[in-house]
Antibody, heavy 123, light 107 residues
Framework: EVRLLESGGGLVQPGGSLRLSCVAS????????LSWVRQAPGKGLEWVST????????YDADSVKGRFTISRDNSKNTLYLQMNNLRAEDTAVYYC????????????????WGQGTLVTVSS | SYVLTQPPSVSVAPGKTATLTCGGN??????VNWYQKRPGQAPKLVIH???DRPSGIPERFSGSNSGNTATLTIARVEAGDEADYYC??????????FGGGTRLTVL
C-alpha cells in the first residue's frame, strides 16, 4: 500500500521560511516522479513543483520559482519542499503526490496523494 | 501560459448523466487527467490519459478529448459523486496546469 505522509506545516510570518517533508512507503521511491500540489482556502488545486523520477529534473510553477525548492532523498524515501520568502498567498494545504508511471522521464499523472499539511502565512 | 477553462458549477439529478467540460486551445493534442476533490479529503484521480480509468474507479466515469474540449462524463450519478472536479494537462513549457474546477451538485 502506498503511503505518503507530509509534515512540517504550520504558522509562519511573511518573509519567513518553512521546510515540508513527505515520507513515502509502499513503492520503489527513486523510480517515480513526485510533486507538490496546494489548495488555498476556498480556491482550486494549484501545482507547485515536480521532481522527476528517471531524469532527475525539477519543474516549478511560476508563482514559486526562485522561492521554493523541491528536492528528494532517495536513501530516506523522502521528498522535501523548502519554502523561502513566504507570502500570504502561499497559505494553503500542501499535498505530496506520487506519479502513476514507474520510470517515466517526466511526469504523467498524479495517482497517489498524501492527506496534506497546512501552511499558514500570517503576521 | 496554457489556460484550462471549466464551468464553475454543474447540477444533475440522481440517476442522470453529468457532463463536465474542460476547454483549452487544441487540448486534443494533450493528455488530460481528471481529479475528484471532496471537502476534507485528498484529491483522487478518476481519469488519466483522456479516457483511462485507474483501478477502483467505477465504469460510470468516462472521459473523452477532441478539438478544444475534453469531457468527463459521469453516468447514473449518485449522491457520493458530489464533489469538485479538476482537469489537468502538461503544457509545452514544463508546467502542470489545472483548470479552475467544476463543482458538481447532485440535486
Amino acid at each position: 500500500e502506498v503511503r505518503l505522509l507530509e509534515s512540517g506545516g504550520g504558522l509562519v510570518q511573511p518573509g519567513g521560511s518553512l521546510r515540508l517533508s513527505c515520507v513515502a512507503s509502499g513503492f520503489t521511491f527513486r523510480t517515480y516522479a513526485l510533486s507538490w500540489v496546494r489548495q488555498a482556502p476556498g480556491k482550486g488545486l494549484e501545482w507547485v513543483s515536480t521532481f522527476s523520477g528517471a531524469a532527475d529534473k525539477t519543474y516549478d510553477a511560476d508563482s514559486v520559482k526562485g522561492r521554493f525548492t523541491i528536492s528528494r532523498d532517495n536513501s530516506k524515501n523522502t521528498l522535501y519542499l523548502q519554502m523561502n520568502n513566504l507570502r500570504a498567498e502561499d497559505t494553503a494545504v500542501y499535498y505530496c503526490v506520487k506519479d502513476g508511471i514507474r520510470g517515466s522521464p517526466g511526469s504523467e499523472f498524479f495517482l497517489d496523494w498524501g492527506q496534506g499539511t497546512l501552511v499558514t502565512v500570517s503576521s | 501560459s496554457y489556460v484550462l477553462t471549466q464551468p464553475p458549477s454543474v447540477s444533475v439529478a440522481p440517476g442522470k448523466t453529468a457532463t463536465l467540460t474542460c476547454g483549452g486551445n487544441l487540448i486534443a493534442s494533450k493528455n488530460v487527467n481528471w481529479y475528484q476533490k471532496r471537502p476534507g479529503q485528498a484529491p483522487k484521480l478518476v481519469i488519466h490519459y483522456d479516457d483511462d480509468r485507474p483501478s477502483g474507479i467505477p465504469e460510470r466515469f468516462s472521459g473523452s478529448n477532441s478539438g478544444n474540449t475534453a469531457t468527463l462524463t459521469i453516468a447514473r450519478v449518485e449522491a457520493g459523486d458530489e464533489a469538485d472536479y479538476y482537469c489537468q494537462v502538461w503544457d509545452n513549457i514544463d508546467h502542470w496546469v489545472f483548470g479552475g474546477g467544476t463543482r458538481l451538485t447532485v440535486l
